[in-house]
T-cell receptor
């Protein structure tokens, strides 16, 4: 149980275009979803937290107009990288939390999406 | 602010030898602590977690970790390492931010290399 999927697993796009990454909880309802960014050989950096039906809360230094997050349902969140540039190339990982978990910090992670901007 | 320190960037262990990965945290209250493993190009898999009870926690794949409040540590151990254990290991602490959200704060990770 508690499976999170991401689509696509990798994507290449041209500079200036936008790309959307989907994060789905397959067998539970995700009241909260998180988006992380990971640079090569570095740790995960939280970008934003979103609750279903609410606006996302972005971490300091993350451009909310560039990284659009939509948590439209209890099983789907999307991250759209707008007007992508080569410096946006990274590994993006989502995670989801179930409202039924006793542990308030329990998160289930997706497999990640490798974005390359050329 | 909550923080996690993993002092070892790389560790090389011979196959069959024991392993200990260090993790120190900074948190005012009783922490929620996690260890995750990440294989190249993959997401994170939870190895084990602690938030109360027995301070020695058993996880998957033969891993265990011990919470030591006096040392603010949550070190990960395995008695006999297998070549398939080569990966990146992340320690994390649960933290409440000023917006009321609960999030995970990750350490910088330790890359485990297993030699034959």
């Amino acid at each position: 149980g508690a499976v999170v999927s991401q689509h696509p697993s990798w994507v290449i796009c041209k500079s200036g275009t936008s790309v959307k990454i989907e994060c789905r909880s397959l067998d539970f309802q995700a009241t909260t979803m998180f988006w992380y960014r990971q640079f090569p050989k570095q740790s995960l950096m939280l970008m934003a937290t979103s609750n279903e039906g609410s606006k996302a809360t972005y971490e300091q230094g993350v451009e909310k107009d560039k990284f659009l997050i939509n948590h439209a349902s209890l099983t789907l969140s999307t991250l759209t990288v707008t007007s992508a540039h080569p410096e946006d190339s990274s590994f993006y990982i989502c995670s989801a939390r179930s409202g039924g978990d006793i542990n308030p910090y329990e998160q289930y992670f997706g497999p990640g999406t490798r974005l390359t901007v050329t | 602010a909550q923080s996690v320190t993993q002092p070892d960037i790389h560790i090389t262990v011979s196959e069959g030898a024991s392993l200990e990965l260090r993790c120190n945290y900074s948190y005012g209250a009783t922490p929620y602590l996690f260890w995750y493993v990440q294989s190249p190009g993959q997401g994170l898999q939870l190895l084990l977690k602690y938030f109360s009870g027995d301070t020695l926690v058993q996880g998957i794949k033969g891993f265990e970790a011990e919470f030591k409040r006096s040392q603010s540590s949550f070190n990960l151990r395995k008695p006999s390492v297998h070549w398939s254990d080569a990966a990146e290991y992340f320690c994390a602490v649960g933290a409440v931010v000023n917006t009321g959200f609960q999030k995970l704060v990750f350490g910088t990770g330790t890359r485990l290399l297993v030699s034959p």
